[in-house]
């Protein structure tokens, strides 16, 4: 029946079939070995002779920095870009520093510019120069900057694009104004900040038994030990917000004064006075004693004795002091009431 298999001949007809498959399968085999060494001598040779060879080893090839090649190199290039020297938002953003000093910066388009210039009479557009106007709006209704508190105006490099505000006024509220301002003293709004608050010089006003430290502890950490020689506490507060106002402004003041701050006659009047007051909770018992204070843990000191600050805003206060013995069997209770008020 078959007369040959891959070229030569596997059966006749006098032999058995057991033999004839057993032959087949030797054949097959032998066929399908050859057939697959063939093939890879044929991808092998696709190969660059000796790519194998210069092969790194695994650890070597982890700090391998691969260089680029005539293949790869378009992908290699780093895309440069040039940011725009301004954006053309027509934006006055207005910032609190500190609690003397606010930050400015602003970017304004020539159409913008234009749209106001356009508008001014021919008298109006004699020595017009940019200024920018600060206006106190503390207790202002509306944060209206026409019945502002006071105003003053600082003459600015409009190319600069910010500009540093001394205002020396903690816990204020501020708006500013960019504009020209002609030699007749008349100014014309370009454009509008947001509202900002300078924050407060000092210990916060709010009281939060949470937070609260003893009295030598709040001395050594606020005050600092130099300013406790010789100073009372009014002196001492003095002494280092003076201290810390010539630190923070020292190195911008001269750049900034010399765009020419000229504060208006109402801010030259503006003469104020501000009190603050606070109380300080002390005491002492058994120094292995639990104590607490409107229900917070005191800390004691070694020799049992207490001592808390408090700030004391306008109004009635009471303080539930409790100590317990070590052992639990005794406990003493004492309720300080202290009220704030001003007398007219």
């Not at 026409?146 to 600069?160: C, E, G, L, Q, V």
């Not at 020396?168 to 007749?184: C, L, Q, S, T």
């Not at 100014?187 to 709010?206: A, E, M, Q, W, Y």
Request: charged share 25%; proline share 4%.
């Amino acid at each position: 029946m078959f007369k040959k298999l891959f070229g030569k001949k596997v059966y006749s007809g006098n032999q058995s079939k057991k033999s004839f498959l057993s032959k087949l399968l030797t054949k097959f085999l032998s066929w399908l070995k050859k057939t697959k060494k063939n093939s890879r001598v044929e991808s092998s040779s696709n190969i660059p002779q000796g790519s194998f060879n210069n092969m790194p080893s695994p650890e070597a090839a982890k700090f391998d920095v691969a260089m680029p090649t005539p293949q790869n190199e378009k992908f290699c290039q780093t895309a440069t870009y040039t940011l725009p020297h301004k954006y053309n938002s027509d934006k006055l953003a207005l910032l609190s520093r500190d609690p003397w000093w606010l930050f400015s910066y602003w970017d304004i388009s020539h159409e913008k510019i234009n749209s106001v210039v356009s508008k001014l009479k021919d008298d109006d557009n004699n020595g017009l120069h940019w200024v920018l106007r600060v206006y106190d709006v503390t207790g202002v209704k509306a944060n209206d900057p026409f019945h502002s508190n006071s105003f003053y105006d600082i003459d600015i490099n409009f190319d600069a694009g910010s500009w540093y505000i001394n205002v020396n006024r903690p816990e204020r509220d501020w708006i500013i104004d960019i504009g020209f301002k002609n030699y007749a003293g008349k100014f014309f709004l370009v454009l509008r900040s947001n509202l900002i608050k300078t924050p407060c010089f000092g210990v916060s006003s709010v009281t939060d038994e949470e937070w609260v430290i003893p009295d030598d502890v709040y001395m050594r950490l606020f005050m600092g030990g130099a300013y406790n020689i010789g100073l009372s506490s009014a002196q001492m507060r003095k002494k280092i917000e003076q201290d810390y106002k010539n630190q923070l402004s020292s190195h911008i003041s001269s750049w900034v004064t010399s765009g020419g701050v000229i504060p208006s006659q109402k801010e030259k009047d503006d003469f104020f006075l501000e009190t603050w007051t606070e109380v300080i909770v002390y005491g002492r018992t058994h120094a292995d004693a639990h104590v607490t204070l409107s229900g917070k843990k005191i800390q004691l000191r070694p020799d049992g004795t207490f001592s808390v600050r408090y700030a004391l805003p306008e109004g009635k206060y009471k303080y539930e002091i409790e100590a317990t013995s070590k052992n639990g069997k005794h406990k003493r209770r004492e309720v300080p009431a202290v009220k704030r008020y001003k007398k007219k």
